[in-house]
Nanobody, 122 residues
């Protein structure tokens, strides 16, 4: 088992910045961020693979940056230029498998955090 604990969500105005953090209890080969709003599917936002590869949703490219502090098993999501459409519950996710394997198999990560709410007002 692995524990994932997210933090950093807040209610902010459009154009603001936030940094989300996800602390993992042990090393995972792949980690990433998803978000979900009521009535919609959970959407992949950004992912970080063990080889350093990253992937971003088109809607956040140029505004969000994913990074990792390997020594602390901690994942970050720097969110700049926040928009009202970024409002969602953000979830940290991780898996022992590489992101490329999960993508090839069409699988979601095995482990999930509890979520942290981001609300962006106009």
């Amino acid at each position: 088992q692995v524990q994932l604990v997210e933090s950093g969500g807040d209610s902010v105005q459009s154009g603001s910045s936030l940094r989300l953090s996800c602390a993992a209890s042990r090393y995972m080969r792949s980690m990433g961020w998803f978000r979900q709003v009521p009535g919609k599917e959970r959407e992949g936002v950004a992912g970080f693979d063990s080889d350093g590869s990253t992937r971003y949703a088109e809607s956040v490219k140029g505004r969000f940056t994913i990074s990792q502090d390997a020594a602390k098993n901690t994942l970050y999501l720097q969110m700049n230029g926040l928009k009202p459409e970024d409002t969602a519950m953000y979830y940290c996710a991780a898996d022992e498998r590489r992101m490329t394997e999960l993508q090839a198999l069409g699988l979601r990560p095995r482990y999930w955090g509890q979520g942290t709410q981001v609300t962006v007002s106009s």
